[in-house]
Every structure is written in structure tokens, then in C-alpha cells.
């Protein structure tokens, strides 16, 4: 069979596959689950979903929060669209309960019935005076339902379980829709409807945004490096295959776009587009020598072939310790994106010889005028290094020390808006709630009554009243519902729901009387939400501001001592859980993670290159060029304050599996150069020459290519576009400067 003929045979075999691709892309959906982000495999995670069976999710909810614009709240109009918008958010559907300031009432129980007195009589400008009286007299009101300067009130709204993306975008539009149809003067919206629906909205734009820049600086680059129109329209049509097939791949096994992979597509946009350079630029070396097509293909399959597969490799085993992790998005990203880097890898070494095989053979005088520059370029920065290799050790030296500094002042924290950045309106509607009312952070305590008591028992209510104290004094939390605070509310209503009975019973027959009203609510909805139904199991949870992991994790210590020394295990045990210790959790896996996967990648890295020159001397050597950028990066991030977080901490594998593939490509073919006969400098100058304009090119398109990233509104995104850009930057430098002086000086080629 004819080359030609074989050409047309795996064009016809890729287009079928295309269009398989095109068919399971097409079923692709985004998504942002906040429980994927929760450690899988620990421990915690299994308690607290069987927790949560029992009592609920602790983060199914809105908080809208309306401002008068600094005038009171008790004002006649602010208050009837209050009202208003409580019956209109009551009726609509994915709504289980309202909990408003209209609505909200003391119960009061009297010898001859039960009744409910509202707290606000919003049609009642007379009792404005009273009301506001009794309000702020009432601790559980002040800094949940009513802000402390009582210029504006907040509505929890209960959502159902796990909205769909549909149903929460519904959610949301309806809730504005009525807000401002009221024109109620200043509102904010906070919860996980709310972030779910901007969330998904936000990875589509910038999906489009990432692949549209990409594509335009890619074409940049190859018109600048090529200057033909097949050397742009070539290339871009490999790699454009490569994404189609991997988002296949992940439509086939029904895996979503979620906001790690969103990454996804971009990345291997500018990672394919490596071996594509490497091929295309070998080959117009040959061909401006003066070879045929077939010729010239050959030498660049024979001499570019492995050093692509080695470096292909590298960077989807850099990808794959991403596999480490307990988090499932970085999981999935980290095993999608290598799948593709290999799919990639396979699609270079078919598709684009084939279709250079159909092409004409490109101008011998063009493609030697391309050429012709690279190698002045390449003299003058080889002839730098061998005039200063010391200063080079030196400047080394210097950096390293330096980034080890600033390595140190490095912290490992998590907010539960992370990914955001400060000038977000989600976040600003965030910090709305934690200024003016108790805050969005859940707290969840789980609270068992010791054997042979209930948590209705005087003795286990008592603990449980000096556990809130604790909460409230030294914890930080603002707003605590418990079943202390069911009896409490009980108490009140049987004494006149007078405030100055909001507290525990000190009698036994006064007790008594309450638990026979709970006995006979047991079974109510809002109270099974809190205790069960055999009063043996409950919850204590509240909200507070969101101090971050770090600061969490020692208050979650400061409670445990507390527990242990001042809560009778025999009335009262309890174990902390919740969907934010969860995600605080992952803050005990962000080092182990990020340095198991530097490892893994260390070990692979020093087995290829042990493999390539059976020394251990070299293997030392080809790493020291890409463990620095490594070190300068982690030294940029604490100078500039930037915490290490579950996503950030990725940064450190993807750059490290991306940047060692210039040194693999340059290690390789001084292999070749050696296997030739050349002594050990002129090996390196040959290599210094043929391999560095390729290097140079793909690490410039790499970089463009992240630093579209830049663009992104997620923190975690902007992050990993500037920093592994960065590496890529810092690591080029370094194979062609400081990797050449370390070969001269300290390998000894047999």
C-alpha cells in the first residue's frame, strides 16, 4: 500500500472517530456539586452523611437580606413588602419553609390553649414602638432575623435537597423577580442555590473565553514561527481533534464539566500543541536541507519520535498523581487530562504526517529563511553560558535560598468562597451576612444523651446550656438552635411568653410540663430537624463568619479541650460534623497530597533519564533545573500572601509534569549527539542548536496559552494560569542556562 494511500486510510479512520466524539461531547452537561468537594474516603464523611439522613443538609438554604439604606426597619412601606415578599417566596415551588421577621411568632401556652403571637404587626405603625421592644429584648431574634442596628432584616428561606442546576436557576430567577417587583431599596442573596446556578453560568463564559484567546495567540505564534498558512491551519487542526476526543471521552463515560475540568480543554490545547511543534519544526529543518517529504519525516519520527513519547508521558504521569488526592473534581481533571495528553500524542503522530504527506512539500527557500535566524540567537546565549557558568551556580544558589524564605511564610488555608475573588458580588453579598446578621458559615454539632437519658433530662440540658454559653463567648458563634433552645422557647410560651423565662426550667414539675408539649410535638417537621423522635440523638448547629480552615481548625481544637474537660460524658457526648469541617478537612491533605505527586513525578522523571544515560549523576542533574522553578514559585506565593488551597496546590504537579518535558527533549537529544561520537561540549552545542528553537517556541506558546487563565474570575484559575506560566518561564531559563552548566561540569559521559 502507498504512502498516500495509507494517509487517506487514518484520515477516513480519524474523521469516524471524530464524529463518535462529536456524538458523546454533545452529551456533555456542567455541573457544581458542593459535595464532591467533601474528602472522600474519610472517615468524617461517612458520619456526617449518615448525620445528615437523620437530621438534614446543613447547607440546603437562601439568606436574603434586605436593607432599609441605613433608615430603620420599622417603617409602614418597608415593612408590608417585607411581608409581601414572605407569602410570595412561600408559594413558590423548591421552597419547604419561610422564616421571616413578619412571620415569625412566640408561642404562648395558656391553661385554655395554645397560641402563636407575632413578634411585628408590619399593618400596625401604633405597635411599632412595642414591637421593637420586644424584639431586641429577644437574643435569638437579634443577629439572625433583625440586624443590631436595626436597619436591616434577613429571611431564611429552606430549600429542597440537592437542587438541580435547572431547578436552582428557576430558584433564583423567581426570588429576584419578586424582589424587585416590590422595588424593595437594597437586597443580598446568599446560599447554594445561589452559588450553584453563578457558579455553572460563570464556567461557560469562561470556557469560551479560555479556548477563544488560546486559539488566537496559538495562531500568533505558529505565524510568527512558520509563516504559512498550512503551518498554522496544521497544527491547529491536530490539537483542535485532540480536545474533541477527550471531551468524548468524558461525555462516554457521563463524567460533567465541572470547575477543575473546565480547565480542561485549554490546557491540552497548548500542552498538545508541543509535540505538534517539535514534529512540524524538525521536519522544515529537514526539508530546508534540501530532503523529500518521506525523508524528512522519517529522520523526524526517528529522532523527535521518542523524546515526545517520553515527554507526553511525564506530563500525564504529572497529571495522574493528581489521582492522590481525596477530592473527586481534581481526581476527575487530573485522569481526563492525562487520558488526553496520551489521545493527543497518538492523533500528532498520525494525523499530521499523513496530511504533510498529502501536502505539497513546503518551499525549500522559505522554510531555510525561517530557519535561518534561530541559530545567531541560540550562538550568542550559548556563548553566555560558557563564559559564566560560576555566576550561574552563584545567581542559583541565591534564588534558591531566597525562595526557600519565602516557602516558609506560606499558609495552608481554606474559605468556603475560595475560588472567588474579593470584588465578586457573591462574595460581597457574603460578607453583607457576616457584618450585619450571625453569618453563613454552618456549624454542626452532634449531640448524644448519655445511657439511660434523654437530652430533655435537666442534667443533659445543662451541659448542653454550658456548651452555647462556650459557643457564644469564646467560639464565635452568632446564632445556635439546639434542643436547650427548644426548651427554652417552651418555657417561655408556658410562662406568658415573657422573655425573662427564655431559659432552662430550674424545676422539675415546671421541666415536666415541657417535655409533655414536646412528647406530644415529636413528630412536628421543624422539631424532628433538631431532635429525634426518641429524644435519644440532636443537633446543636448555628452560624458564624467564615473565618477559614486555618483558624477553624484551632477553635475545633479549643473545643475539644473545652468538651473534655467541662462536659459530663455520662449525661451528654457529642462529636463535631458538618459539610464545613468537611471541607476544612481538606486542609490536612493539601501538603501530603502536593508532595506525594511531586514524588511520584521525581521518581518517574529519574527513571526515564536513568534509563536514557544509566547514570545517577545525570539523573541528580536533570532534576536540580526543574525542582527551582518549583522553589521560586512556592517562594512567590508567600511573599505575595497567597494561602495554599486544595485547588492552588495542584499548581505545583501540573507545572512540574509540564516544564520537565524541555528537559527531556534537550537530555534526549544530547543522547543522540553523544551516540554520534561527539565529545561532550560539542555534543552540547549540537544540542544547544537543534533542540533550543523548538523548546523556545513551545514554551511560548505553553505560557500564552496559560496565561489566558489569567482572564478567569475564579481565584483557583487565575492562580494556576500565572503561576504555571511562571514555572514554564522559569524552567526554560533554566534548561538552556543552568542545565548545560551542570552537564559540563559534572557529567562524565563514557
Not at 402563636?116 to 421592644?133: A, G, N
Not at 514554551?699 to 500565572?722: E, K, M, N, P, Q
Request: proline content about 4%.
Amino acid at each position: 500500500m502507498s504512502f498516500k494511500k495509507l494517509s487517506l486510510l487514518v484520515l477516513l479512520l480519524v474523521a469516524l472517530l471524530s464524529a463518535l466524539s462529536i456524538y458523546y461531547a454533545a452529551r456533555l452537561r456542567f455541573d457544581y456539586n458542593f459535595d464532591n468537594f467533601f474528602p472522600k474516603g474519610d472517615p468524617d464523611l461517612a458520619y456526617y452523611f449518615s448525620y445528615r439522613d437523620k437530621f438534614g443538609n446543613d447547607n440546603d438554604y437562601l439568606l436574603i437580606g434586605l436593607d432599609n439604606k441605613g433608615a430603620s426597619i420599622f417603617e409602614r412601606q418597608f415593612l408590608i413588602k417585607v411581608d409581601s415578599l414572605s407569602n410570595v417566596l412561600q408559594r413558590l415551588p423548591n421552597i419547604e419553609a419561610v422564616l421571616s421577621p413578619t412571620t415569625v411568632k412566640s408561642p404562648v401556652i395558656e391553661s385554655f390553649g395554645y397560641f402563636e403571637i407575632p413578634y411585628l404587626h408590619p399593618h400596625e405603625p401604633e405597635r411599632y414602638e412595642l414591637d421593637s421592644v420586644n424584639i431586641y429584648s429577644s437574643q435569638e431574634l437579634v443577629g439572625t432575623l433583625f440586624s443590631e442596628d436595626a436597619t436591616a432584616v434577613s429571611l431564611f428561606v429552606q430549600t429542597k435537597d440537592d437542587l438541580s442546576k435547572e431547578e436552582a436557576d428557576s430558584l433564583i430567577a423567581a426570588v429576584n423577580g419578586a424582589i424587585e417587583a416590590l422595588e424593595l431599596p437594597e437586597y443580598h442573596i446568599a446560599g447554594k442555590a445561589l452559588a450553584q446556578a453563578v457558579f455553572i453560568d460563570k464556567m461557560k463564559v469562561e470556557l469560551a473565553i479560555f479556548m477563544s484567546a488560546s486559539i488566537l495567540l496559538v495562531i500568533l505564534f505558529l505565524w510568527i514561527t512558520f509563516r504559512t498558512v498550512w503551518g498554522v491551519l496544521v497544527p491547529l487542526v491536530v490539537v483542535l481533534l485532540s480536545v474533541l476526543w477527550a471531551m468524548g471521552v468524558m461525555g462516554l463515560f457521563n463524567t460533567p464539566i465541572d470547575i477543575m475540568t473546565v480547565l480542561l480543554p485549554t490546557i491540552l490545547f497548548v500542552v498538545g500543541m508541543s509535540d505538534v511543534i517539535h514534529i512540524l519544526a524538525r521536519y522544515m529543518t529537514e526539508i530546508s536541507h534540501g530532503q523529500e517529504k518521506l525523508p524528512a519525516l522519517k529522520v523526524t519520527v526517528r529522532e523527535v519520535g521518542m523524546a515526545t513519547f517520553l515527554t507526553s508521558l511525564t506530563t500525564a504521569i504529572g497529571f495522574l498523581t493528581l489521582l492522590t488526592t481525596a477530592i473527586v473534581p481534581i481526581r476527575n481533571f487530573g485522569l481526563y487530562t492525562a487520558i488526553a495528553i496520551g489521545l493527543a500524542y497518538v492523533l500528532a503522530f498520525t494525523v499530521l504526517p499523513s496530511i504533510l504527506l498529502l501536502l505539497p512539500k513546503p518551499d525549500t527557500t522559505r522554510a531555510r529563511r525561517a530557519d535561518v535566524s534561530w541559530p545567531l540567537l541560540l550562538r550568542q546565549l550559548l556563548s553566555f553560558v560558557w563564559k559564566h557558568p560560576k555566576g550561574i551556580l552563584t545567581a542559583s544558589a541565591f534564588i534558591v535560598l531566597l525562595s526557600l524564605v519565602g516557602i516558609w511564610q506560606i499558609k495552608v488555608d481554606t474559605t468556603m468562597l475560595e475560588d472567588l475573588g474579593d470584588e465578586d458580588p457573591i462574595v460581597q453579598d457574603f460578607r453583607y451576612f457576616e457584618q450585619n446578621f450571625s453569618g453563613v458559615r454552618p456549624f454542626e454539632l452532634h449531640l448524644l444523651a448519655g445511657e439511660g437519658h434523654t437530652l430533655y433530662d435537666q442534667e443533659v440540658l445543662q451541659e448542653v446550656a454550658e456548651l452555647e454559653a462556650y459557643l457564644y463567648s469564646e467560639y464565635g458563634l452568632h446564632f445556635i438552635s439546639s434542643p436547650a433552645t427548644i426548651v427554652k422557647t417552651l418555657n417561655k410560651a408556658q410562662n406568658g411568653g415573657m422573655q425573662e423565662y427564655y431559659r432552662i426550667p430550674e424545676r422539675k414539675q415546671e421541666l415536666l410540663k415541657v417535655k409533655q408539649r414536646l412528647q406530644a410535638f415529636r413528630n412536628r417537621s421543624e422539631l424532628r430537624g433538631v431532635v429525634t423522635p426518641d429524644a435519644r440523638e440532636g443537633r446543636l448547629t448555628g452560624k458564624m463568619k467564615d473565618i477559614g480552615s486555618a483558624q477553624a481548625s484551632v477553635l475545633n481544637d479549643s473545643l475539644r479541650h473545652f468538651i473534655s474537660q467541662n462536659i459530663n460524658p455520662a449525661y451528654l457526648k457529642t462529636r463535631l460534623t458538618g459539610s464545613a469541617l468537611l471541607l476544612d478537612k481538606n486542609n490536612e491533605y493539601v501538603t501530603t497530597n502536593m508532595m506525594q505527586g511531586l514524588l511520584i513525578a521525581f521518581g518517574v522523571i529519574a527513571l526515564i533519564v536513568g534509563l536514557i544515560f544509566r547514570s545517577l549523576r545525570m539523573v541528580l542533574i536533570s532534576l536540580i533545573p526543574n525542582i527551582i522553578p518549583l522553589l521560586m514559585i512556592g517562594g512567590l506565593m508567600g511573599f505575595m500572601g497567597v494561602n495554599l488551597t486544595v485547588s492552588i496546590s495542584i499548581i505545583f504537579t501540573i507545572a512540574f509534569g509540564i516544564a520537565v518535558d524541555d528537559t527531556i527533549h534537550f537530555l534526549s537529544k544530547l543522547k543522540l549527539e553523544l551516540v554520534k561520537g561527539k565529545s561532550l561540549p560539542h555534543a552540547l552545542k549540537g544540542t544547544f542548536l537543534s533542540a533550543g528553537k523548538a523548546i523556545i517556541i513551545t514554551t511560548c506558546i505553553l505560557v500564552a496559552g496559560f496565561l489566558t487563565l489569567v482572564l478567569s474570575t475564579f481565584d483557583a484559575t487565575f492562580y494556576v494560569g500565572l503561576y504555571v506560566s511562571l514555572t514554564l518561564l522559569f524552567a526554560v531559563v533554566a534548561d538552556l542556562v543552568l542545565l548545560p552548566v551542570l552537564i559540563l561540569l559534572f557529567y562524565k559521559p563514557k
